[in-house]
Structures are given as structure tokens and as C-alpha cells.
């Protein structure tokens, strides 16, 4: 079973609100990634959690906040987020750290609309 | 860090024809290079993979080619179908283990 879960599938929420994603893998993975995807854009890494610590930190603003409270989950803490953020925010999970022959899979993304 | 380069941005073929798109990558050290199929509004799904110990990797109707001396890895699908239709991204595993993805390119089937 290759599947990651992602919660809420779709997400509006004001310039002053504070929300959470969630991500969860129940594949053993010791891995899991945050990437965030603008329309007719790659995927963009923003963090990445190995072992549950945090390993790598793409320079992304405070107002996103990771969270990885055990193997199997990943969350991500939005607060006075900008309407710019509005995009598709992808979960992912891979055997260990670095995508060098390590598969990574990814959930159905969350879909985030600022307001 | 890794730099991916990925042509054409946009490709239309006739169902039945073969579709290659291309790929180059700056990092010499970068070891594994996946292929993401996008369709609308759906994830990033893994459709084929290479690693730097393999020149050419087939699985059905997809398969892909690595030349690692010139840098450059390309993705060939033959008798191309309309459910082919995705944006398609190549990436490369950089000399820190971060996945960089190509721009991408959108397929177009027509029947």
C-alpha cells in the first residue's frame, strides 16, 4: 500500500485565521515532505522531516509552521497566511532521507484557497 | 544546487504515435531520476524511475533513457493514448538528496 492521507482535501481560510494540514503514512516511512504547487508550476520542497526532526528547511516564511508528532504523521500550521499562498499543498513520504533511491510518494495534496 | 531543464513545454501527438520528452540536469553527483505524471487537479503520480548505475529502463508502454556523460535522461511513450494526456515532470535526486523538478510539459493525446 503506497498511500499518503491528506486532510482537509479542500481548505479557505482568512488572511488572520490559523488552520492546520495533516498527513498521515502508515508505510513505515521514516521520511515525510512538505511541497507546495502553484497552477502550471513543479512541485517547490519546503521542508522535510527525517526521523521526525526536522532536516531541511527551504527558507519558507514563519507563517508556515511544520509539525511532525510521530513517524506516521506530519502536520503543517498555517497562520496570517497572504493570498499568494493560495495553492496545492502536497504531503509526501519516502523509505529514508534523500530521493537518491529512495521512491517518493505523494498524497492527493490539499488545495488552499487564502482569502 | 541541482538545476533541471525539461523540453518541450507543450506536446501534442496522434494517438498511435510515440512522445519523447527531454530532460538535462547540472548536478553530476544526482543518482536517481523519477517521472511524475500530472493530471488535473490530481497528484503527482510516479510512473517510471532510473537510477545512475542503469542506462535505459522500460515497463510497458514507457520507458526512459539515461545518458549520464552528456547529462540528460528522456521519457518515451509509444502508441500514445488519450488517457496519456498529464503534464509530466522529470526530476533529479541533487548531491543533498533533494528531489528538483523539471518545468514540465504538457501532453495532449488527440484521438
Known amino acids: 500500500d503506497t498511500e499518503v492521507t491528506q486532510t482537509p482535501k479542500h481548505l479557505v481560510m482568512g488572511m488572520t485565521n490559523k488552520k492546520s494540514l495533516k498527513c498521515e503514512q502508515h508505510m513505515g516511512h521514516r521520511a515525510m515532505y512538505w511541497y507546495k504547487q502553484k497552477a502550471k508550476k513543479p512541485p517547490e520542497l519546503m521542508f522535510v522531516?527525517?526521523?521526525?526532526?526536522?532536516?531541511i528547511n527551504e527558507s519558507v516564511p514563519s507563517r508556515f509552521s511544520p509539525e511532525c508528532p510521530n513517524s506516521s504523521l506530519l502536520n503543517l500550521h498555517l497562520h496570517a497566511l497572504q493570498p499568494e499562498d493560495s495553492a496545492l499543498y502536497l504531503c509526501?513520504?519516502?523509505?529514508?532521507?534523500?530521493?537518491?533511491?529512495?521512491?517518493?510518494?505523494f498524497g492527493e495534496g490539499s488545495w488552499l484557497t487564502v482569502v | 544546487g541541482e538545476n533541471v531543464e525539461q523540453h518541450p513545454s507543450t506536446l501534442s501527438v496522434q494517438e498511435g504515435d510515440s512522445a519523447v520528452i527531454k530532460c538535462t540536469y547540472s548536478d553530476s553527483a544526482s543518482n536517481y531520476f523519477p517521472w511524475y505524471k500530472q493530471e488535473l487537479g490530481k497528484r503527482p503520480q510516479l510512473i517510471i524511475d532510473i537510477r545512475s548505475n542503469v542506462g535505459e529502463k522500460k515497463d510497458q508502454r514507457i520507458a526512459v533513457t539515461l545518458n549520464k556523460t552528456a547529462k540528460h535522461f528522456s521519457l518515451h511513450i509509444t502508441e500514445t493514448q488519450p488517457e496519456d494526456s498529464a503534464v509530466y515532470f522529470c526530476a533529479a535526486s541533487d548531491s543533498w538528496g533533494k528531489l528538483q523538478f523539471g518545468a514540465g510539459t504538457q501532453v495532449v493525446v488527440t484521438p
Open positions: 522531516y527525517s526521523y521526525e526532526k526536522l532536516s
Open positions: 509526501a513520504s519516502s523509505q529514508g532521507q534523500g530521493a537518491s533511491g529512495n521512491t517518493i510518494y
